[in-house]
T-cell receptor, first 116, second 111 residues
Framework: GAGVSQSPSNKVTEKGKDVELRCDPI?????LYWYRQSLGQGLEFLIY????????KSGLPSDRFSAERTGGSVSTLTIQRTQQEDSAVYLC??????????????FGPGTRLTVL | KNQVEQSPQSLIILEGKNCTLQ??????????LRWYKQDTGRGPVSLTI?????NTKSNGRYTATLDADTKQSSLHITASQLSDSASYIC??????????FGTGTRLTIIP
């Protein structure tokens, strides 16, 4: 596809369950980012993958959150033992070369997660 | 503390009117500033990017300004259209590090 895609678009889960969110970046983009957007809040950085380098996990809020990027393409964000405060829109973005200061991030439509 | 603040939080204007959105930042060292448009249920889309030496940049009916001395930016929308209804997010890059996002201005255009 031409843009970043994410699935599912909506996810409703019960507190304590695990969830997996998927991101398909733009083909050829080496950098991939995950963000969280809570109601009334700015985007919150979660994790950053750049090529084969070790990911920057400095934004992950707790050890319940983890992410993988297989083969330098598709990424999965996993939230274990979900809590109600995890409810938010999770946005994925990719860019051609994450290190360039003018590098443009292209965002997917997001996954809206609701934890009951 | 490195922050980006936007005002107003929300704005409602009539179709065809102009409006200006504000962004103040304390991010340092400054690398660049972007304005993103986020339609409801969609991801943000970059409108403009401005570096330290740029004062004004236009993209169609959107004109962004930057005053690096006062650390302020504005986004001016001319002759608004219904499709301009969205959230507008100011994003500042600190050096070569991660981005700092403002909380956005929710703009509603009414016919």
């Amino acid at each position: 596809g031409a843009g970043v895609s994410q699935s599912p678009s909506n996810k409703v889960t019960e507190k304590g369950k695990d969830v997996e969110l998927r991101c398909d970046p733009i083909s050829g983009h080496t950098a991939l980012y995950w963000y969280r957007q809570s109601l009334g809040q700015g985007l919150e950085f979660l994790i950053y993958f750049q090529g084969n380098s070790a990911p920057d996990k400095s934004g992950l809020p707790s050890d319940r959150f983890s992410a993988e990027r297989t083969g330098g393409s598709v990424s999965t964000l996993t939230i274990q033992r979900t809590q109600q405060e995890d409810s938010a829109v999770y946005l994925c973005a990719s860019s051609l070369a994450g290190g360039a200061i003018t590098d443009t991030q292209y965002f997917g439509p997001g996954t809206r997660l609701t934890v009951l | 503390k490195n922050q980006v603040e936007q005002s107003p939080q929300s704005l409602i204007i009539l179709e065809g009117k102009n409006c200006t959105l504000q962004c103040n930042y304390t991010v340092s060292p400054f690398s660049n500033l972007r304005w993103y448009k986020q339609d409801t249920g969609r991801g943000p889309v970059s409108l403009t990017i401005m570096t330290f030496s740029e004062n004004t940049k236009s993209n169609g009916r959107y004109t962004a300004t930057l005053d690096a001395d006062t650390k302020q930016s504005s986004l001016h929308i001319t002759a608004s259209q219904l499709s301009d209804s969205a959230s507008y997010i100011c994003v500042v890059r600190r050096g070569n590090e991660k981005l700092t996002f403002g909380t956005g201005t929710r703009l509603t255009i009414i016919p």
